[in-house]
């Protein structure tokens, strides 16, 4: 029998439509081909981006050259522009403002990785701490309301270039979702007095059947109203509300726990394209007792149909307790040979 | 520079960058190509389908035999079933329930078609009419509280069989865009004493640019906020909440309006994949003043990357201006050859 299930977080329904699909591995054909061609993210291509914004680089390199290990520059064709004012208007029924905003790319190491499972997590670490140094940048632009901190791998997963990097808009309106999930937690927080993923963590670790990883402060779980198959939440187990006032000791914890969940994925699923995002509080509020930051990972291995766009109402044919399972169980190579060894193209 | 424009409907925020691609054409890529293999959709196999719901046919023709025009069968992998019983309950934090419900699939043609465009205008009337009378029908089952009415064309929409067909899902729960647009068309009218899909339509026919059709009772539109390149809206000038309310004489208005986006959409963009959806009021409300049924076309011709998933936010690299042009001035063939002569396998 089919099952409804809820997510509390974002208040949609979804299908756990276990009989349209039998095992987990019906899911690995999608996976991610290196295409090869010219790269403009690989050390040495620095002049064919545009002049890097902030690079953890080796003492003695210079900016736009060669020695960096994480580098960040800004969208060579971005959704949003840094200059100007934002004149919000009304067109008869409609509402319009200018397209300010800001909109960079991450690039997550100097060699032609396609994936942050094939850096090492004391790389991933340093990934992880540009996604801070940048959002506390940003943030200082009274303009800019909102942080996404979002990741595209593969083609069928929206990454028009293969080699790994992340991309980080700013906006200057909290976009739809984030503010449903902040009035849905502030109802419940009203209702209950505490953090609803707070409560969602204390369950699912006293539960155990959707527990992926449990590690150095941080949780991985595949979520009770899972929209897709294999999708995942990765939590810090202490309330805090922007992933931006994240400590150097945690984003250690974290650069582990995404580590581990993104290679479990690559091995249980044959490197299938996914996206992840940082599901964080709007820069315009305080560190509201409310919502609690995290990351959502959504394998791209099912097409969304007609119905998902139509209704936020999801089919998945994967029970998260089985992706679980398949997950926990994954034989994952403990530690890659390393970017500056075997990975070079 | 790109602009930022709210769906007053759905109340989501959608950056338009122009300067992301420079012409329609470049969205041409997705072609829908036949796949062949066995068919258990086609005129002969009625048999390889679970039996009949619902069936057009010649007089003198049987059930599960050939002779009929379209077709309605029960899904054979529902993803709802329609025995039992709700047992609504919580599970913790979470909320789940049984997964009653109804998941049809209504066969558009005998013959082997890919799309409703090879369709004459009055087969696809015939269409229109089995998404009534289903509905009609279902609306009968008071566990059931919303109707959603989509169709996928083309492997990259979800379609997992190329044989035109539509599937009908009914839910015990309001899906969450559909209590989305409900609340935020109910506030509107609140406030202002109109519907605010009347209000837009009234805007765009004094507008015009953004205008594909008008004929016959429904205008066809490319909406100010488009979420994807060419997504069209199809909505009866007459305000209408329900769509299973719809007249016999306005389902051949509504079949004259589709046919023509549909086909305009498969000249401009090579017969690209694409989704429908039926936008209408749940079954357990009354006819309200502030909802107003449509259909949303979603041709699927960009990948749905991170930032979308994360945020409810899109960036769509063509204006709807543009895309209403391109669509009013496709060279589409005015009549197709009809199903019955040409278009055989």
């Known amino acids: 029998m089919p099952e409804l299930r809820r997510d509390p977080v974002a208040g949609r329904w979804v299908i756990i439509a276990t009989d349209r699909a039998a095992r987990p591995h019906q899911f690995q054909g999608q996976k991610r081909v290196p295409r090869g061609g010219f790269c403009p993210f690989c050390e040495g ?14 003492p003695g390199t210079h900016p736009n050259t060669p020695g960096w290990r994480v580098r960040v520059v800004p969208n060579k064709y971005p959704a949003l522009r840094v ?18 905003g800001a909109h960079e790319v991450l690039i997550e190491s100097p060699k032609h990785v396609l994936s942050p499972s094939e850096l090492t997590t004391e790389a991933l670490e340093e990934v992880v701490r540009a996604y801070r140094d940048r959002m506390l940048d940003l943030k200082k632009d009274v303009r800019l309301v909102c942080a996404m901190l979002f990741k595209n791998v593969g083609v069928e997963a929206g990454a028009s270039l293969e080699h790994s990097h992340s991309q980080l808009i700013c906006t200057p309106v909290a976009p739809k979702r984030v503010q449903e999930e902040m009035d849905r937690c502030n109802e419940f927080y009203r209702f209950r007095g505490r953090c609803l993923l707070c409560d969602i963590i204390q369950q699912e670790l006293a539960d155990g059947q959707r527990v992926v990883v449990d590690k150095e402060g941080f949780v991985v779980l595949t979520p009770y109203a899972s929209r897709f198959p294999f ?7 202490q ?12 984003i250690g914890g974290l650069a582990g726990a995404l580590h581990e969940a993104l290679r479990r994925l690559d091995a249980s699923l044959d490197d ?16 509201v007792p409310y919502y609690h930051w995290h990351i959502e990972v959504i394998p791209r291995v099912t097409a969304i149909a007609g119905f998902e766009w139509g209704t936020g109402f ?5 029970a998260p307790e089985t992706a679980a399972q398949f997950l926990r169980e994954a034989s994952w190579k403990r530690e890659p040979a390393g970017v500056g060894t075997a990975a070079s193209r």
């Open 45 to 58: 291509n620095e002049t064919k981006t545009p002049p890097e914004i902030l690079a953890y680089r080796s």
């Open 83 to 100: 200059e100007g004012d934002l004149h919000m208007r009304g067109v008869g029924v409609y509402d319009t403002m200018e397209g300010i």
């Open 231 to 237: 999708e995942m939440w990765i939590l810090p187990r």
């Open 239 to 250: 309330h805090t509300a922007h992933f931006e006032d994240i400590t150097d000791e945690m």
């Open 272 to 287: 299938p394209p996914y996206n992840y995002n940082i599901h964080t509080v709007p820069f315009v509020l305080g560190p």
């Open 314 to 318: 999801y089919i998945n044919p994967v």
